[in-house]
């Protein structure tokens, strides 16, 4: 996948972007390119109405379809849901159009970790322990919620205006329920230099662990300049990274060293843990404890809803029909999803109206246990499905209303769409997206 990185010219990014620049969605003004892929391009854009600066990745349906990588953008699109951090590249929308996707993405001033190691060489110690710090902040906090990165290294790792360091690039992610505490995956990720043996030996590994490896890989580069595990030939690559077979600079600290071999173990058995590292004494120099566990902890201004699910705005976003992930690359989806500030009462009660009025039978459905909400099964005189219509509720003054189209008769699809989706959606609050092309 594309770094959706914000990579910035030499004058430190003070862009000015053209009045006549496109606008996304009535929303984004682009302005100039970052950088393209195999299916999808960076531009740098801003906010027609907080002025804020953003990094937008547009992604080719096509070319993504064609790759067979649909996986990777439900994947990426399921981790970043999961992940408000201050050290990780926050994912604000998704938005869509009949043939590209757009990930509305933070921007990150500084550009990649690795153009400043590339230009300026090794870090010293110092610097490269507060990277560290905010690095293992991340992964913990990643960790905790049942997110696997996979695929860390210094491209992936962006810099902020103040220098601080923010993870990108899930799409390699693996997502897990973190209440199921299973952390075992398989899949074989990630880029060569940097990824843990037991990853190459296509067995099935622990997501944490391989992560953990990564991380010190990374260490090393900060801290020397240069990968520990390189060779021209991929195979004597592979069997320099499972032996373990490395050597640190000759200005590596003992502590560092020491702590870079237990990073570096090509045991995931015995391989350190975030909480190893955190009692690592190289790791603790200057380490603001708390700091640590109210990032690990991180909650921005969350708070806890007894009575009710409170979702945000990607969480809505997402339920809506211009944005139904589940449906982001199917050719024919039969069920459409939009949000609305009215009632359920009201918008069944519309339902009921406009169905009747066309000689349909409403049968109210009550929600099954777990599902705030309430439902109708429209049916003809013969009692085959018309349309169902289920009303869920988001927080104290939305929901979310799913309409799924019943069979495979097209008059089924013709009654939704000519009687009764403009009945229902006038009261959505999304507006359907208007295609724009990149």
């Given at each position: 996948?594309l770094?959706?990185?914000?990579h910035?010219p030499?004058d ?38 907080t ?41 604000y929308?998704?938005?869509a159009?009949r043939?590209k ?7 990150a ?7 400043h190691v ?32 996979r ?10 205006d ?14 897990v ?7 075992l ?53 592979y ?33 350190t ?21 109210a ?15 409170e ?25 459409e ?12 009660g ?12 409403v ?16 049916e ?32 089924n699809?013709e ?10 959606k ?12 990149c």
């Amino acid at each position: 996948m594309l770094r959706a990185d914000g990579h910035v010219p030499p004058d430190g990014g003070a862009e000015t972007l053209q009045p006549e620049a496109k606008v996304l969605f009535g929303k984004y003004q682009v302005g100039r390119l970052l950088g393209r892929g195999a299916f999808a391009k960076v531009y740098r854009a801003r906010n027609v109405f907080t002025r804020q600066s953003v990094a937008i990745k547009c992604i080719s349906k096509h070319e993504v379809l064609r790759c067979g990588l649909s996986s990777n953008i439900r994947r990426e699109i399921a981790a970043m849901r999961r992940l408000h951090h201050p050290h990780i590249i926050r994912l604000y929308e998704v938005l869509a159009s009949r043939s590209k996707i757009y990930f509305v993405l933070e921007f990150a001033k500084g550009g990649e970790l690795f153009a400043h190691v590339a230009n300026r060489g090794r870090l010293p110690e110092d610097a490269a322990r507060c990277l560290f710090h905010q690095l293992v902040s991340a992964i913990a906090f990643c960790h905790a919620r049942g997110v696997f990165h996979r695929d860390l290294k210094p491209e992936n790792l962006l810099l902020g205006d103040q220098g601080d360091l923010k993870i990108s690039d899930f799409d390699l992610s693996a997502v897990v329920s973190p209440a199921a505490g299973d952390r075992l995956v398989q899949t074989l990720c990630g880029t060569p230099a940097y990824v843990a043996p037991e990853v190459l030996s296509r067995r099935v590994y622990d997501g944490a662990k391989a992560d953990i490896w990564s991380c010190g890989v990374i260490l090393f580069v900060l801290t020397a300049g240069y990968l520990p595990f390189n060779h021209p030939n991929l195979m004597n690559l592979y069997r320099k990274i499972c032996r373990g077979d490395y050597r640190c600079p000759r200005w590596t600290s003992p502590e560092l060293r020491r702590l870079l071999s237990r990073l570096l173990d090509p045991n995931p058995e015995t391989r350190t843990t975030v909480e190893g590292i955190v009692a690592d004494p190289w790791f603790r120099v200057e380490l603001d404890e708390n700091w640590f566990l109210a990032m690990v902890r991180f909650r921005e201004g969350l708070e806890d809803v007894e009575e009710e699910r409170e979702l945000n705005a990607f969480d809505i976003i997402s339920f809506s029909t211009e944005f139904d992930i589940s449906g982001l690359f199917d050719a024919a989806v039969h069920r459409e999803r939009f949000v609305s500030g009215e009632p359920s009462e009201a918008i069944l009660g519309r339902v009921e109206e406009v169905c009747r009025a066309e000689g349909l039978v409403v049968r109210r459905r009550k929600g099954k246990p777990g599902w705030a909400g309430s439902g109708a099964a429209v049916e003809d005189q013969t009692g085959n499905l018309v349309v169902w219509v289920k009303v869920h509720r988001l927080n104290r003054k939305l929901v979310m209303v799913e309409v799924e189209i019943g069979g495979e008769a097209e008059g089924n699809g013709e009654f939704w769409r000519e009687k009764l989706r403009s009945v229902l959606k006038g009261g959505s609050v999304t507006e359907p997206a208007t295609p724009v092309s990149c």
